[in-house]
């Protein structure tokens, strides 16, 4: 157990360490590479973190750290600028950014929608970094108290969030839900092995990648409707974004502080849970602000709280995720994977040894976090102004230059051209969805979340039976989920009372 003494202690030794102008130069490099390579679709934190691990063999531990975390910290933070700006998610983490940042951009408020996301993600990763230092002597029995049972309960609680997220109706964000469930069932099965509706061929023997699926959903989709029907991106004025615009929107997360807080928190709590990530943590936290935020029927229409939310937690889940790759050196992400074997090449090894001999080094990282996002979202909002210019190109040039960008990404994440054929037809899907009121974002929930509820339950079912159910934190989720369903049925209920009277 670590004594609050040892830890005050060295995360002075840690400040200590960080508080020199090669660490912060070697930051700023970091941070500014994770934004710029975070505004191109399809390539994210994971890659951001393989091309820069061969530069740090010969550096500074410390040095190192400040590289390689402000990159990974900050690749969300630029991806929210073509979520907002162009309908086009710099990652997968960012498509939840899309449903009301686009469309303040097609209301003139694309600079304000950029600055509530550079300040939500600052403050969210300021909180991510918080809740990690604080979390630091309990963690072992709050990660181990998680087990596949718990896991299963909790991604439930996340589908039952498509009635939410969905725009229109909620009949057809349920079917479009549904279907996204269906489409993680491609592949190998998690319990025998058995590979299934690969059709024959061996791209699809893994199953459907997400980055290929969202570029088509939201980049391809947005072009074929700019293309076909001449309307999307640049079938309205967009406003120069402007400091006070900007301005506007950094005001907006401190007249929904409270928003901002408690979707940080659901972020950093959810990034915790091995294998739900950031994408699903800023659709939880998007359904949680349509929940509790007034007139929920607007949400989709170009609300800020739409913004704040998602991006708060997308970049508070970092926070979260470290908590299990430190103390247990159990990475619960392909992100954290990379960064654990950075860290390994450095000479550190994550666990419980890391935490009790190496204390200074692991709050080395928790300050990293902490001031990497500060500095990102200072970059976004400093540079908004040319940022938004993205949305007044005209199209006979956005529409090439978004789908090379949009293919190379989708291309980038297996090195095979199936990658770039699932884009394409997930781009006609997408087109066809949104054509006849069905949402987009559901489908993807339900691809995201069904893999690893099947999983989860398979697990559960072989180590404890039917009986999985009855375990204290599952029965509190799932009496959630209950409560949560009968909710819903009952508002839809009193809605179409209200209609017929």
């Given at each position: 157990m670590i004594l609050g003494m040892d830890l005050l202690g060295a995360a002075g030794q840690a400040l200590h360490l960080i508080f020199t102008w090669q660490y912060l130069l070697h930051m700023l490099i970091g941070v500014t590479l994770g934004n710029i390579i975070g505004i191109i679709p399809g390539i994210g934190g994971n890659f951001t973190l393989a091309i820069m691990i061969p530069f740090i063999f010969w550096m500074d531990p410390v040095l190192a750290i400040g590289f390689l975390e402000g990159a990974h910290a900050s690749t969300a933070t630029g991806g929210a600028i073509t979520s907002i700006l162009v309908n086009v998610p710099g990652d997968a983490a960012n498509s939840a950014t899309c449903f009301d940042g686009y469309p303040m951009t097609k209301k003139g408020e694309g600079g304000r929608a950029v600055g509530a996301s550079a300040v939500a993600s600052g403050v969210g990763g300021l909180v991510g970094a918080v809740v990690l230092f604080l979390l630091l002597p309990v963690v072992r029995p709050l990660v181990l108290a998680l087990g596949p049972a718990e896991i299963f309960a909790l991604v439930l609680v996340g589908i039952t969030m498509i009635a939410y997220v969905g725009e229109g109706s909620t009949f057809k964000a349920l079917i479009a839900g549904l279907f996204g469930l269906l489409l993680s069932f491609i592949g190998d099965d998690p319990s025998t092995g058995v590979i299934r509706f690969n059709f024959g061929t061996t791209y699809l023997m893994d199953g459907l990648d997400l980055v290929p699926v969202v570029i088509g959903m939201f980049a391809f989709s947005e072009m074929l409707l700019l293309i076909k029907e001449k309307k999307g991106i640049i079938d309205i004025q967009v406003e120069k974004a402007s400091f006070a615009s900007v301005w506007e929107?950094?005001?907006?997360?401190?007249?929904?502080?409270?928003?901002?807080?408690?979707?940080?928190?659901?972020?950093?709590?959810?990034?915790?849970?091995?294998?739900?990530?950031g994408t699903v943590a800023s659709f939880i936290a998007y359904g949680h602000a349509k929940q509790t935020e007034k007139n929920p029927e607007?949400?989709?229409?170009?609300?800020?709280?739409?913004?704040?939310?998602?991006?708060?937690?997308?970049?508070?889940?970092?926070?979260?995720?470290?908590?299990?790759?430190?103390?247990?050196?159990?990475?619960?992400?392909?992100?954290?994977?990379?960064?654990?074997?950075?860290?390994?090449?450095?000479?550190?090894?994550?666990?419980?040894?890391?935490?009790?001999?190496?204390?200074?080094m692991t709050l080395v990282i928790v300050w990293t976090l902490a001031i990497a996002n500060l500095f990102a979202a200072a970059q976004v909002v400093l540079l908004a102004n040319p940022m938004a210019k993205i949305a007044t190109i005209r199209p006979s040039i956005l529409i090439p230059a978004v789908l090379a960008v949009s293919s190379l990404g989708a291309y980038a994440v297996t090195n095979t051209f199936g990658s770039v054929v699932v884009a394409g037809?997930?781009?006609?899907?997408?087109?066809?969805?949104?054509?006849?009121?069905?949402?987009?974002?559901?489908?993807?929930?339900?691809?995201?979340?069904?893999?690893?509820?099947e999983k989860n339950y398979n697990l559960s079912m072989l180590l404890f039976g039917p009986s999985f159910v009855f375990r204290p934190i599952t029965l509190v989720l799932l009496l959630g989920v209950g409560v949560l369903l009968v909710w819903i049925a009952a508002k839809g209920f009193l809605k179409k009372e209200e209609a017929e009277q």
């Open positions: 929107g950094c005001l907006d997360c401190f007249r929904h502080f409270w928003l901002l807080v408690r979707t940080s928190i659901i972020g950093t709590f959810v990034g915790m849970v091995p294998g739900l990530g607007t949400f989709g229409t170009g609300r800020v709280e739409g913004v704040i939310a998602p991006e708060a937690a997308n970049n508070s889940k970092e926070g979260g995720q470290l908590v299990p790759t430190i103390a247990f050196g159990i990475p619960n992400t392909s992100g954290m994977a990379l960064l654990l074997g950075a860290l390994m090449i450095l000479g550190l090894t994550p666990g419980p040894k890391m935490l009790k001999e190496e204390l200074p037809l997930f781009g006609v899907l997408g087109y066809e969805l949104k054509k006849f009121g069905f949402s987009r974002a559901t489908l993807i929930i339900g691809l995201v979340l069904g893999s690893i509820a």
